[in-house]
């Protein structure tokens, strides 16, 4: 056996191996007498048929299986003790000659193999980064208090309608020229479609009859006009008439109070004793997420000092669009998809090998513990956006646990893993040039980029 390997341009590598049939016979011989024992050849006992025919009707096949099965071996073996950042697979080279395995004679063959661009990525103090503390402000507090006051609300029952409050009428509904009767329909005026509509029950108490128009009420929605009159949507255009509303009910929706009680419903019994506390603790929620939206602009103004410290990177893009082509080899556009594509590609590939250099210097490694931890802020942050603040930790456990087992989670959970561990590494290795912004400034800092 011979490998030799040329990277003239340290970027293009073209891998040499041949293969004299010394190298394979033993396998292929042990392999045939394997199948020998188990053919069951017609005029034969098991066990008994020549090798001359096994070898004929078996051979090349079992060849051309232990030759590839070499290659792939020496191949990853090469290029792992001879330290080559392979980036990809492998690919057949476009210089690759016609094989014959039917003969003896020694296989030679040729892999083009792209090869990562040598470069050095480091940061030290003297590399000064952004870092946006976002202010919490009274705003924001005050619509979190609001969220967890209208989360806590009920209906209460109320005398008069009014508009400009969440109210909710139920009454009997008929058609004025049909027959449709609807007991119990439920309404709530503010949010209907037509203004002329809606003004028909403005300050209507108990007991009055509204006459209105439902299709004039809801003129783009048919869902809503067939859920409302109890019939199928097709038969809509058959009710397009005045109905009348006698109102039996109105229910008005009222916030809940700032008191013990919301702190305990919201927090928990007993963490929060004090509307001060309460405030303080919805501020240090919002902080803490705004820690995760900060740090993750940090890592964004890394990548982007970074990218401009290590200048241009040369890839071998030849090779590299042919693997794109065989990653995306079933889809029909595929010459245009890589076309599309391939410029992104490139540059998401030159940031993995720049935070690859980055986490190597910072000794990063991911166990077990810090998947947990990252699927448990998942779950937090999932659980936060229904207004669920206080949710035990065996429940986040549970739901981290269950995120883990499922197979398309892991690269991701191992990627935010990743860049939470280098996030922390690297706000104590560089200089950080810390700026308080409004979160409506951030946003629209984000939205530019």
């Given at each position: 056996?011979?490998?030799?390997?040329?990277?003239?341009?340290?970027?293009?590598?073209?891998?040499?191996?041949?293969?004299?049939?010394?190298?394979?016979?033993?396998?292929?011989?042990?392999?045939?007498?394997?199948?020998?024992?188990?053919?069951?050849?017609?005029?034969?006992?098991?066990?008994?048929a020549p090798m001359g025919m096994i070898k004929r009707q078996f051979g090349t096949s079992?060849?051309?299986?232990?030759?590839?099965?070499?290659?792939?071996?020496?191949?990853?073996?090469?290029?792992?003790?001879?330290?080559?950042?392979?980036?990809?697979?492998?690919?057949?080279s476009e210089q690759q000659e016609a094989l014959d395995f039917e003969s003896d004679q020694p296989l030679t063959f040729k892999f083009d193999i792209a090869i990562a661009p040598e470069f050095e990525a480091k940061l030290s103090a003297k590399d000064k980064i952004d870092y946006y503390n976002i202010?919490?402000?009274d705003k924001m507090i005050d619509q979190q208090v609001e969220m967890y006051q209208s989360r806590a609300g009920q209906y209460e029952k109320a005398e008069q309608f009014d508009p400009e409050q969440r109210d909710m009428?139920?009454?009997?509904?008929?058609?004025?020229?049909?027959?449709?009767?609807?007991?119990?329909?439920?309404?709530?005026?503010?949010?209907?479609?037509?203004?002329?509509?809606?003004?028909?029950?403005d300050g209507c108490k108990l007991g009055d009859i509204i006459t209105w128009n439902p299709r004039k009420a809801y003129p783009e929605s048919d869902v809503e006009v067939s859920s409302l009159l109890k019939i199928q949507k097709?038969?809509?255009?058959?009710?397009?008439?005045?109905?009348?509303?006698?109102?039996?009910?109105?229910?008005?929706?009222?916030?809940?109070?700032?008191?013990?009680?919301?702190?305990?419903?919201t927090f928990g019994e007993g963490t929060v004793k004090s509307e001060k506390e309460f405030r303080q603790k919805i501020a240090d929620i919002i902080s803490q997420q705004f820690k995760a939206d900060a740090d993750y602009k940090f890592l964004l103004d890394v990548r982007a000092h970074m990218e401009k410290k290590v200048g241009k990177l040369e890839f071998p893009e030849a090779i590299l669009k042919r693997v794109m082509k065989n990653n995306n080899k079933d889809r029909k556009d595929v010459d245009e998809f890589v076309e599309k594509n391939f410029e992104l590609s490139i540059k998401e590939l030159g940031w993995h090998l720049i935070k690859e250099q980055l986490v190597a210097a910072q000794g990063i490694q991911i166990d077990d513990n810090d998947l947990k931890q990252v699927a448990k802020e998942a779950a937090r942050a999932q659980f936060a956006q229904?207004?669920?603040?206080?949710?035990?930790?065996?429940?986040?456990?549970?739901?981290?646990?269950?995120?883990?087992?499922?197979?398309?989670?892991?690269?991701?959970?191992?990627?935010?893993?990743?860049?939470?561990?280098?996030?922390?590494?690297?706000?104590?290795?560089?200089?950080?040039?810390?700026?308080?912004?409004?979160?409506?400034?951030?946003?629209?800092?984000?939205?530019?980029?």
């Open positions: 056996m011979n490998i030799t390997f040329e990277a003239p341009d340290k970027i293009n590598g073209l891998m040499t191996i041949t293969l004299e049939s010394a190298d394979y016979q033993p396998e292929v011989d042990k392999t045939l007498k394997d199948y020998r024992k188990r053919a069951n050849i017609p005029g034969f006992r098991p066990g008994q079992v060849k051309v299986d232990a030759v590839n099965k070499m290659l792939g071996e020496k191949l990853y073996e090469y290029v792992r003790e001879n330290k080559i950042q392979m980036l990809g697979e492998p690919l057949p202010t919490v402000d009428l139920k009454g009997d509904l008929r058609e004025v020229d049909g027959s449709i009767e609807v007991s119990d329909a439920v309404l709530m005026p503010q949010y209907m479609k037509v203004e002329d509509q809606k003004k028909l029950f097709e038969e809509v255009k058959d009710h397009e008439g005045d109905f009348t509303f006698q109102i039996t009910e109105i229910s008005r929706f009222v916030k809940a109070e700032v008191n013990q009680a919301l702190f305990d419903q229904y207004g669920m603040s206080n949710v035990p930790e065996e429940y986040l456990d549970n739901y981290a646990q269950e995120m883990l087992k499922k197979r398309e989670n892991a690269d991701g959970l191992v990627d935010r893993a990743v860049d939470v561990k280098l996030t922390a590494a690297l706000k104590n290795v560089v200089k950080l040039n810390e700026k308080d912004i409004t979160l409506e400034d951030f946003q629209k800092m984000l939205q530019e980029k």
